[in-house]
């Protein structure tokens, strides 16, 4: 190899870097750029299965990887946020999105003015000039945009200058016309250097970046881009590893998809090819794959769309359940459903926390109406339930913190750092409405256990306080689902009656014992039962106050 050759070999890597990180970097500040609209979209993902395909598209096209979008997918499946038959929808629509990067690399050929490379370096300059100098976040996004696409296509630009000078070369000429003329062989080649590079946008892009020159046949470029779209399942089969068997079959469905349009399509274009030889063997343009890419997307989905159903069910086939298996615990749950996968997109892993904090919040809020039961009525059971479900609580916490902090060290927006940092301090607070429910429990086992009674009077005054300390903690964990003023403004209602009854309450039972109705025994339970009813307000308050930042 001479010292010119390994210049171009160097130039083609480098331009290969150039190409992916600009893709990354774009993708990246459109994910932010998109910000609360990517959470919205969670909530439009329902049965309705054309919409799902319409969402899978739009978040792939976002976010410039149909394999990101798969990954995603299956974290989803595996967090029981989407079942099969919703991701059915949303694995198709990313195929369709996973076009928008072919058309962008082919746009280089839609004359020099129109040509991206042609005003790359000024995105460049103009991009890492609002990065250095703005102040707004919103701002920095677009900054970040315009740097990835200015360098997506400089790197295009280094990818294709070192080919050029190899244009005539009949190594390539043989090495497509073999794959042309092999369409196994062409499938399986675009398979491997997607599974290699993880991305069929820049298998495509490279592919397109050779048919720039002129070097690449129609045959060979079909056959290869049916193996690229295969080649992407290979992502989420990995990321499918170690996932409950829905979470699998999601990726098994997104194969599936992928080699049946490959199979039909192959056999369709073979047939054409073998009657035109010569148009087969002819130089396919970078526009050309463009088309060919998304007519095969678009046109595979029609198919298949109407026989999702029966992709459901032969996923099950291939991937079946084991007989008899154990129901999951909530702590096995909690696990499943904090999937690192969803770390893929800032604003869906957010999302996913907020789920399971508000399950924290309703377990803690049980716990606090199994304290009133137990104390009220000396239920031992509610008491051991309160205690069970205390273990469990504590757990998540655990969890729940260890995920926040993976995301607070993904790229976010302000707004959504604010949102994981209330959403860290609120899980410190439902354990803590927890700690003082278990402290209420252990109250109620005394009280059992040394045969107290209290009076008609203090039964009656605790049934008081417990009301209004259970709409402290219901309001709350509403305010913190819905995002309401109105559950706000009845959080700091409730903590207000809480802390003028607790207060009064207290001054009565002094009364009763100075006026010896009630034992002194008796009367520190009934005041550490009011103390951590008091905390308990406490605690509901300042999640009321994390959703009010927020807002």
Known sequence: MSLE??????????????????????????????GGRMKRMLGYITNNRLLGVLLGALITAI??????????????????????????????????????????????????ILKPE??????????????????????????????????????????????EPYRDSPVFSQVFTVLGNNPILGILAGVIVTGIIQSSSASVGILQTLAMNG??????????????????????????MGTHKTAKRAAVIHLMFNVIG????????FIVFTLNPVWASSTITSTQISIFHTVFNVVNT??????????????????????????????????????????????????????????????????????????LTNDQEA???????????????????????????????????????????????????????????????????GSVEFSPMAQKDLELIFSYAIGSVENAVSARRNEDAESIRNVIKYEDLVDTTEEDLRDKH???????????????????IMGNLERVSDHAYNVAGYVKDEM
């Open 510 to 528: 002094i009364a009763r014992l100075a006026n010896h109705e009630c034992r002194a025994s008796h009367g520190v339970i009934f005041l550490d």
């Open 383 to 449: 008491a051991d339930r309160i205690f069970a479900q205390e273990k469990t609580i504590n757990f998540m916490e655990k969890a729940l913190t260890e995920y926040l902090v993976k995301i607070t060290n993904l790229s976010l927006m302000e707004e959504q750092s604010e949102q994981v940092k209330n959403l860290l301090y609120t899980v410190n607070d439902f354990e803590r409405i927890g700690d003082h429910a278990e402290n209420i429990a252990e109250l109620a086992e005394n009280k059992i256990q």
């Open 118 to 163: 042609f005003y790359a370096p000024v995105l460049v300059g103009i991009g890492a000039f609002i990065l250095l100098f703005a102040k707004k976040e919103k701002q920095k996004e677009v900054g970040s945009i315009l740097v990835g696409f200015g360098v997506l296509f400089i790197g295009l630009s280094f990818m294709s200058g070192s080919i």
């Open 63 to 112: 976010i410039q990887s149909s394999s990101a979008t798969t990954v995603m997918v299956v974290g989803f499946v595996n967090a029981g946020i989407l079942s099969l038959s919703q991701a059915v929808g949303v694995i198709m629509g990313a195929n369709i999105g996973t076009t928008i990067t072919a058309w962008l690399v082919s746009m280089s050929e839609w004359g020099e």
């Open 262 to 269: 490959a199979v039909i399509f192959g056999i369709v274009m």
């Open 302 to 375: 029609i198919i298949l769309f109407p026989f999702a159903n029966q992709l459901v069910s032969l996923s099950g086939k291939i991937v079946r359940e084991k007989t008899a298996e154990p129901e999951e615990t909530v702590e096995q749950q909690v696990s499943s459903h904090l999937d690192a996968r969803l770390l893929e997109n800032p604003s869906f892993a957010i999302e996913t926390a907020k789920r399971e904090v508000l399950r924290m919040g309703d377990l803690a809020l049980e716990n606090v109406r199994l304290g009133e039961q137990a104390v």
């Open 5 to 34: 050759d390994l210049k171009q070999l160097f130039e083609f890597i480098g331009g290969l870097g150039l190409f992916l990180y600009g893709m990354n970097i774009m993708a990246d500040g459109l994910q932010k750029a998109a």
């Open 215 to 240: 070097v690449v046949t129609w045959n060979s470029a079909i056959f290869i881009t049916l193996g690229q779209n295969i080649g992407t399942c290979v992502t989420a089969l990995l990321a499918s």
